[in-house]
């Protein structure tokens, strides 16, 4: 297809490595924050082609895998009342909550239906007038901005079935904490289709406050290596700086009408992330003139806070403390067909992405 | 789910397209790009287009790796 097998190009992708490899003059670590680059780097078997001094870490980027047990448990109680309908993207209906999950209330008969947008979800609800629909709004910047423009479809619409029970998140908070927790780290492959949305300026504060470097990658092989070089580059010129590599789809102030939509219908509020807790300002919620969609006020449903398997070590591994195969569970009581932790149940989560690409040390 | 896959623009009825990925056809709301029509290309995220991608700026990035692997020896910095 136009725009993916030039960046597939054997040739291409062999220099580039060859350049890494002379560019390469001691130890990096470079974080990777989407799971979609954690998916890629995998599948494309980016790591083999590197020297064995660069070290990619997995970060906090897969929407799935930072989703609480506790925003679950609340689906998963959702889904149990009469006259609801969940709309949800299938990435969820596997992850565990702490005692369910929604596909097992699916299977005991809840009215659990998988949609690729919310827009499909806001169809549901007007072809079932008599039902509540609650669409689970998960993902970052990237995601926020459709159920944004679904909330205000519903509202022009005078939709009064359509609930948002929104677990959105935003990425800086994070990348900040990362830093803050201290792991150490000579930059970041920043995620590419947030930043279509945000622009790359909203990384600016990484090589401002911590002097690390930022490129913003692309997806394909080839830019994924350009990338690593480009952040090689950085840390060798000791010049933190933020670049874009996917320059065909990321600007330095990104989509406006996408953030338009954003800051029209959400607000900023504190979040719970799995595996780090609470970070301030890391969320978003429904503003108040949209809290007619709100499931959090419409309907609210009180659970009991669980904690996860005390085994399962998906947190360290969103917090790039540790990897997979350190994990006692992996491969063994935990995989994709039955995942105890979140980070096995997503394409992008880094567990999943393991078990699929990369062999057993 | 963070994944947004290129995408061209079959049909555009008011603000929803039928895009092609290599000949699958999805529905993308286009509230959020401006200016498409018939035979540009997007970038599809969870139902809708996030970004036009223009075609220079395709050829751009295409354009800069393959002049860097022209490069026999690169300089380190």
Redesign the interface.
Known sequence: MKYIEEYRDRDLIMKLADHIRQSAVGRYSFMEVCGGHTSAIHRFGIPSLLPPGIDLISGPGCPVCVTSADFIDRAVSYSKKENVIIATFGDLIRVPGSSSSLEKERSKGADIRIVFSGLEALNIARSNPEKIIIFPGIGFETTAPGTAVTIKQAKEAGLNNFLVLSAHKVMPPVMDAIVREGIRLNGFICPGHVATITGSGVFGFLPEKYDLGCVIAGFEPSDLLQSILMLLRQVNRKSPVVEIQYTRAVTLTGNAIAQRHLSDVFEFTDAEWRGFGTIPDSGLRLKKEFENFDAAKRLPVTISHHNDNPSCICGDILRGLKKPYDCSLFRKACTPENPVGACMVSAEGTCNSFFKYVPDE | ????V?A?IIKIEGQMADVS??GAL??A?L????NVRVGD?I?L????A??K??EE??L???KL??E??D?EN?Q??
């Open positions: 789910m963070c994944l947004s290129p061209q990925i290599g999805f529905k709301g509230q959020m790009v401006e290309y970038l995220h969870a139902g809708f996030i970004q991608i223009s700026d395709a751009e990035t295409i790796l393959k860097m692997n490069l690169i380190l910095p």
